[in-house]
Every structure is written in C-alpha cells, then in structure tokens.
C-alpha cells in the first residue's frame, strides 16, 4: 500500500465528528476580500509597481478593516491591472474564476488617484460584481455606481488619516494631507455639482429619476445620492456590511429600485448582514 492509500484510509476511518471538524476547517480557510491574496500585472508606466501595491494594500485595509464581510462570493484572489489608457473598470471573463480583476489607469504616481479608483472598483467587487457574467445593467445600475463611489470616497478619508500617522512609503507623512485635500475636493464637486446641494432629495429623485435609470456608470448626475449615501456610510458603518448583500439575487440591476431594494433586503437576511443600508437609500430618495 502507497503512503497516499495509507493517508485515504486513514482519512476514512475519521470519526464522523472529526470529520465535520475537518469540513469546518476548510470552510474557514476561504479567503476574505480583505485577505485574499493581491497581485498586480499589466503597465504601470513610470509608476513604481512595488509602490502602487502598497497603495492599493493600504487602501483595501483602510475600507474593510472593522467591516464584516458577509458575501459567500468572495474571490480568493485580487488582481489590479495597470493601464495606460482607458477607464477603470472590472475585467469579466478572466481566468482563474474565482479571481477578481480590476483594470485602473492612473498619472506617474498619482497615488490618491490610484486609491480612489482602485476604492471604487473595489466596492464593485464587494457588491459582488466580479464573476463571469455579473454585467450590470439599468435601471438601477446608478444606484450600485453611487454606492461604490460613495465607498471610494470613505475609504479616501481613512487612507489620508492613517497615511499620515504610518505612511506606506518611509518619510511621505505628508502625502496624506494632499489625499484628503483630493478626496475633500472630490466630494465638494459632487456636493454643488448640477445645482447641488439639495435640501429635498425626495424631490429631487422624483425629478431626476428617468435620467438616473439610464445611467451606465458612475455620473456627476447622481451626485446628490453620492454625498448622502456617504454621509450614511460614515454615520453608521455598519451600513457599509450590507453591499455584501447586493446582487445575489439573478436579475442583479435589471429591476426598477422599488423592487431592487426588496431583493437587497431579502439577501441582507440571508447572509445575516444589518441590512440598515437599503433601509436608508428608501428614505432618502423618498420612496418609503
Ligand atoms: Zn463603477
């Protein structure tokens, strides 16, 4: 008999409670969006390569550290791939499956650009829109857009905190205030972008919503929503843990936002998240 027979037999033999045990273990062992592995690839042009990875490292730590990642679709590897050119977004159909792919496209180290567009895809991923075929679609594709924009922008503000008290980069403490100088301005420009800002978003969703409903990405259109969800996200980050929840269900963003935030709460209950966020988008936009 080989040494693996032996082993197999062995294996066989497990009392059924050891068994289970070991069935746990391996569940255990299934990565997080936090801890999966990260690589990256592609052209980073006179970027450092070794530089933009501690960057995206901080920025993934900042945005999910305190933050129960609930998804039973996590991938188990995060791949970010440089660009020259072109916009960010996910890379569907790539192999391995179970790995997600973030293409960015940055300026010579402009590392605060790099966050907030690694930050955004980054919450596409939580919002489980990485697998093959997980294409968004309209009408309620702004809202997931707004969602993760908002994301991007409160994980901004955390990495310029804890830039400045350990930056990644020896010596470059200073760097964090020019991050959240780019993320203050960011939100600014959302804030008064399209005749902002709105003192009755019920009003102005109502107004507004046909446009949103065509919207493929993310838009200065849906600003007002961006800086309310983000206001909600850092009131509460709790709210955060439900986009854990969004899309499992099959027509993922193919539905009307009534009915998108039923399916959204429904999932919230499935995987045990608060499920305070879909609550508050309702209120918000008025809709209940
Ligand atoms: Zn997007």
Redesign the pocket.
């Known amino acids: 008999m080989t040494r693996r027979a032996l082993t197999v037999l062995a294996a066989s033999l497990l009392a059924p409670r050891a068994a289970r045990r070991l069935t746990g273990a391996s569940q255990a062992a299934q990565a997080t969006l936090l801890s999966a592995p990260l690589t990256l690839t592609g052209d980073w042009g006179k970027s450092p390569e070794n530089t933009a990875r501690l960057v995206v490292l901080r920025m993934r730590e900042v945005c999910l550290s305190g933050i129960a990642l609930l998804s039973d679709r996590q991938p188990q590897l995060l791949n970010v791939d440089g660009h020259t050119t072109g916009f960010?977004?996910?890379e569907l159909g790539q192999k391995p499956a179970d790995a997600a792919f973030i293409a960015v496209d940055i300026g010579t180290r402009a590392w605060a650009q790099l966050a907030y567009q690694f930050g955004?895809?980054l919450?596409?991923v939580f919002c489980n829109t990485w697998q093959p075929g997980s294409v968004?679609q309209t009408p309620s594709q702004w809202l997931?857009?707004s969602l993760?924009?908002a994301f991007s922008l409160r994980g901004l503000g955390l990495l310029a905190d804890s830039w400045i008290r350990d930056p990644p980069i020896a010596g470059s403490s200073a760097y964090g205030a020019a991050i959240r100088e780019y993320r203050d301005n960011q939100v600014e420009k959302y804030r008064v972008a399209d005749g902002g800002p709105v003192a009755d978003m019920g009003s102005w969703f109502h107004a507004k919503r046909h446009a949103l409903d065509a919207l493929g990405?993310?838009n200065p259109i849906a600003a007002p929503a961006i800086v309310a969800f983000l206001a909600e996200y850092e009131r509460d980050p709790r709210c955060v843990e439900d986009l854990g929840a969004v899309n499992r269900w099959p027509q993922r963003s193919a539905v009307p936002i009534e009915t998108y935030l039923q399916l959204w709460r429904a999932s919230c209950a499935e995987i045990k998240a608060p499920g305070r966020m879909p609550d508050k988008v309702s209120g918000i936009l008025g809709l209940g």
């Open positions: 960010p977004h996910i955004h895809e919450g596409h968004a997931e857009e993760v924009e990405g993310v």
